[in-house]
């Protein structure tokens, strides 16, 4: 199994779309057995489920997500646990103990044109004007 963790100095960063770099975790029997860094590149929102994809991931684990990316990630058969936070490590531990699923409240919501902004107890990381 491949786990894919938003990454930003080995903790979960916090907003899926803008993230710049996953780790990698491949586990057996439960336990993890390489790590590795995946660079994210510039892609955006839509573009990231299918970097994970071509990379094997089974697994994502984040912060916030929107709805669109959700559908991304299901349309690419990914399962999301989103609402995690802490080291990248111990949520993959979680995760791999049973301990860590997806909390719907890891839903981000962005309304730009009134100010407002609600994301989940993830928290996605995003201020707003500074795009």
Do not use: W
């Not at 930003?8 to 336990?31: P, S, W």
């Not at 912060?63 to 690419?76: K, S, V």
């Not at 999301?80 to 301990?99: H, I, R």
């Amino acid at each position: 199994m491949k786990i894919a963790v938003t990454a930003e100095n080995g903790r979960v960063f916090g907003h899926f779309g803008k993230t710049k770099q996953f780790a990698l975790y491949e586990a057996e029997d439960g336990q993890v057995v390489r790590k590795q860094l995946l660079d994210a590149g510039e892609n955006g929102h839509g573009a990231l489920a299918g970097l994970l994809a071509a990379n094997g991931v089974d697994v994502l684990i984040c912060g916030g997500i929107g709805a669109g990316a959700r559908q991304a990630l299901a349309a690419n058969r990914i399962a999301l646990v989103a609402g995690a936070g802490g080291s990248t490590d111990e949520a993959v531990a979680a995760y791999l103990a049973g301990n860590l699923h997806d909390n719907p409240l890891g839903q981000c919501n962005h309304h730009h044109e009134g100010g407002e902004h609600a994301c989940g107890t993830g928290g996605c990381g995003h201020h707003h004007g500074v795009e």
